[in-house]
């Protein structure tokens, strides 16, 4: 069975840091480009950062560009996003996805969410 689980959500002090687990079940994530996205209430969702698959090509959305790092541990079949010098706007449910390609047919998988919340 296909399934992303995320895990490292939870409350942070402005400033503070976090990581984002996101660990593959029933498929080779390094054969996946690799996404977070978030999503803050009455907002819609945005990509925050991505992986392609190797070599590795990494995206980032402006406001986190400098403060967050996804990167993948293939040895564990798992996904990160590394959150650092936190703010009270990164506040959002953050989703976990893998996408591929496989001619002609696009498969995708999604995390089921995790909470961060900034806050003092």
């Known amino acids: 069975q296909v399934q992303l689980v995320e895990s490292g959500g939870g409350l942070v002090q402005p400033g503070g840091s976090l990581r984002l687990s996101c660990a593959a079940s029933?498929?080779?994530?390094?054969?996946?480009?690799a996404s977070w996205y978030r999503q803050a209430p009455g907002k819609e969702r945005e990509l925050v950062a991505a992986?392609?698959?190797?070599?590795?090509?990494?995206n980032y959305a402006d406001s986190v560009k400098d403060r967050f790092t996804i990167s993948r541990d293939n040895a564990k079949n798992t996904v990160y996003l590394q959150m650092n010098s936190l703010k009270p706007e990164d506040t959002a449910v953050y989703y976990c996805?893998?996408?591929?390609?496989?001619?002609?047919?696009?498969?995708?998988?999604w995390g089921q969410g995790t909470q961060v919340t900034v806050s003092s």
């Open positions: 029933g498929f080779t994530f390094s054969f996946y480009d």
């Open positions: 992986l392609t698959v190797a070599p590795g090509t990494t």
């Open positions: 996805n893998a996408k591929r390609r496989w001619y002609p047919t696009a498969y995708e998988y």
